[in-house]
């Protein structure tokens, strides 16, 4: 059975940090890329980041470049996204996704975790 936990979310203030991991089990992990993606109350789900766990190519979205940074350990089988810088407009529910594609397109993805709430207090 294939299987997604996020961990990590909560409340912190503008300019704080947090770091979200994804545990995935029940597939070949090196063979998949995984994704973050968040959706805020009323907007559409929208992709963060990705990263192909076989060679470490990793994506942003230019809203979190420069903020965000992904990251894989391959023999835990999990996947991070370190969040720094955090902004009000970060605040959504994050999701971490399997693909065997890849890309921040949500439609992309087959399997997706329960999500974890982030909060980021002004």
């Known amino acids: 059975e294939v299987q997604l936990v996020e961990s990590g979310g909560g409340l912190v203030q503008a300019g704080g940090s947090l770091r979200l991991s994804c545990a995935a089990s029940?597939?070949?992990?090196?063979?998949?890329?995984i994704g973050w993606f968040r959706q805020a109350p009323g907007k559409e789900r929208e992709g963060v980041s990705c990263?192909?766990?076989?060679?470490?190519?990793?994506y942003y979205a230019d809203s979190v470049k420069g903020r965000f940074t992904i990251s894989s350990d391959n023999a835990k089988n999990t996947v991070y996204l370190q969040m720094n810088s955090l902004k009000p407009e970060d605040t959504a529910v994050y999701y971490c996704?399997?693909?065997?594609?890849?890309?921040?397109?949500?439609?992309?993805?087959?399997?997706w975790g329960q999500g974890t709430q982030v909060t980021v207090s002004s």
């Open positions: 996704a399997a693909s065997v594609w890849g890309g921040l397109d949500p439609a992309g993805y087959n399997y």
């Open positions: 990263i192909s766990v076989s060679d470490g190519s990793a």
């Open positions: 029940g597939f070949i992990f090196d063979d998949y890329a």
